[in-house]
């Protein structure tokens, strides 16, 4: 979206905090308002808000939260006692003890309905505008309230049918969410193009979130199955979808892995539709400090811009690295880690060519010595580099020196405890260095397409097709030398590839549920209940609509 749209937006939407949360504040589009702009002006400022929820969905502690820390991949203790304690929502989100007044749960919803209700808005306003680009603009709305509803259904087992923001919204599950779904992805195809992404939805964003509707419609029709049944119809669709994409020629697969995550990721031809959150749009996810360490500054020009000690990955999911590889992952698979700095070779170097690792993050971490607020330096003036400390902690003797242990009790929860992930970029350009990234949030690239249509294979007793489609993906990690190829292929050993392939990027979740892996024991978790396999409905949701009686009924086990 251009700068344009950006700026209509934020002369309709203010932000005001209150109480330390925010909260939205619409200014609505009257006839006053829009008095002197254009149509295409106009247009641009109903789809603009569309989008603008994405980036408030993707936070750290929304979805992310519901998607990795109640799996087997993500943790996030009570650091120190006294860090990420929230009234224990994290612990209760990993052991799958989620109660119906969770924030995070509650705030995900929200965000999601908002999205959903702007684009209902947009689907009422944009026929009557007469700029070329409102036909366009209203397959795109439709298509974002597909997506919006796609997360409803996988989230919280329903959809929201409104075609008029005036109604009371019908609720669909099952199977009729899913052909909802699937019919305003199919009717909005041939006005879309490949040109707008991938920070909009296009016509592979399309065929990308078929294929994963399909692929996932087993567990839709049926969330609390012992076992999923996927239909031969769903898989078939799953491949014409994924070859569609995959034949085009549009996108390819990247030969640097971490530079899918990079700071000016928008233009990676690997990446098919994201949240756009390049400096122009005020990104301000904070995936990048969102795990690492208080005492880490990956960014010389800003020495206050540091880790927050919050999520790290599980024993086990780290386990499964290392049971893969006969030497260390480091070494085997270039998505594990990229080691950038080189101690003590390059202790003192120009600030210019400090960057710090990146991937998963182990032991002793070395990085900018920070004394009194300001960095030290050499004496030819280059950035002194050395060993790190809880300085910002009050715990100056204690090593930033990442184990793998990791759990509630007193010594696993402290604030070195667990290994770190720094998969997308610390931000170079953003106006705070910390609070705002400008990488784009990967909702759905190619290697997702491979694997996507890989399963459908396999699923469809085809192991050897399966087999290529993931080689062809663990092959194109060329910038050093990439994972050796499989010989073999299970369902046990896709869904391992999943999760090396998408860690930390909010497929995990989903992946667990389809794989018959949710209900399994990690970590602090031993819950064995199906039923948490989606999330409680927010009680002020219920309450909400309490003057529908029977209208929005609580989900079971909440």
């Known amino acids: 979206m251009s700068k344009k749209i950006l700026s209509l937006l934020l002369a309709v939407i203010s932000m005001t905090i209150i109480d330390g949360c925010t909260k939205l504040k619409e200014d609505i589009l009257d006839e006053s308002s829009v008095t002197g ?7 641009e400022g109903i789809i603009a808000p569309v989008y603008a929820k994405l980036e408030d969905v993707f936070m750290h502690t929304n979805y992310f939260d519901l998607q990795e820390i109640s799996t087997d991949e993500a943790i996030l203790p009570f650091r120190g006692g006294t860090d990420w304690g929230d009234n224990g929502i994290y612990s209760q989100m990993h052991k799958h003890e989620v109660i119906s007044s969770d924030v995070n749960v509650k705030n995900t919803w929200n965000h999601i309905l908002i999205g959903i209700s702007r684009a209902v808005t947009a689907i009422n306003a944009l026929p ?7 036909k366009l603009f209203l397959a795109e709305a439709r298509g974002m309230r597909a997506y919006y509803s796609l ?29 909802y779904i699937k019919s305003e992805l199919l009717a909005i195809e041939p006005v879309l193009d490949n040109t707008t992404g991938p920070g909009r939805i296009t016509k592979a964003a399309v065929y990308g979130l078929l294929a994963r509707l399909h692929l996932n419609a087993a567990v839709y029709r049926d969330i609390y199955a012992g076992s999923f049944t996927f239909k031969t119809e769903d898989l078939d669709k799953t491949i014409e979808y994924c070859d569609k994409i995959i034949s085009s020629g549009t996108y390819a697969l990247s030969n640097d892995y971490f530079s899918l995550f990079n700071d000016n990721n928008h233009t990676n031809k690997e990446l098919i539709f994201a949240v756009d959150q390049r400096a122009d749009l005020n990104g301000h996810n904070r995936m990048a400090y969102f795990s690492i360490s208080g005492d880490q500054f990956p960014l010389p020009a800003y020495p206050s811009a540091n880790g927050t000690d ?24 270039p998505r594990f880690y990229k080691q950038n700095l080189f101690i003590p070779s390059d202790s003192c ?40 400390f809880n300085v910002t902690r009050n715990k100056p003797a204690l090593p930033v020196d990442f ?11 402290d604030y070195s405890t667990g290994y770190r992930v720094e998969k997308y970029e610390f931000s170079k350009t953003s106006v705070s260095g910390r609070n705002f990234g400008e990488h784009d949030i990967i909702i759905l690239r190619l290697a997702d397409v491979y694997l996507m249509r890989a399963e459908a294979k396999l699923r469809k007793g085809d192991a050897a097709g399966a087999l290529a489609d993931v080689n062809i993906v663990r092959a194109s990690r060329t910038a050093t030398a990439p994972p050796p190829a499989l010989t073999t292929m299970t369902a046990d050993i896709l869904f391992r590839e999943r999760g ?6 909010m497929v995990r979740r989903t992946d667990m549920i389809r794989f018959g892996k949710y209900e399994g024991t990690w970590t602090e978790k031993t819950s064995t209940d199906p039923k948490k396999r989606i999330f409680p409905i927010p ?11 029977g209208y929005l009924v609580q989900n079971p086990s909440y």
Do not use: H
């Open 37 to 43: 702009l254009t149509d295409k002006q106009q247009a």
């Open 128 to 134: 009557a505008n007469k700029d070329a680009n409102a």
């Open 151 to 179: 997360l409803t259904l996988d989230l919280f087992g329903l959809v929201f049918l409104k075609e008029d923001a005036s109604e009371t919204s019908k609720i669909l599950r099952g199977e009729e969410a899913i052909a």
């Open 310 to 333: 919050g999520a790290a990955i599980t024993p086990d999911f780290y386990r499964s690295w290392v049971n893969a590889y006969s030497v260390d992952p480091a070494i085997a698979d």
């Open 349 to 388: 170097i120009p600030a210019a060519q400090f960057n710090i690792d990146r991937g998963i993050l182990r032991g002793q971490q070395y990085g900018l010595l920070r004394v009194n607020g300001v960095f030290t330096k050499c004496s030819n003036g280059n950035m002194r580099i050395g060993k790190l």
């Open 403 to 413: 184990s793998e242990k990791i759990d509630y009790t007193i010594a696993g929860s």
């Open 500 to 505: 090396f392939e998408f860690y930390w990027e």
């Open 539 to 549: 009680q002020t949701a219920i309450d909400g609509a309490s003057n529908l009686p």
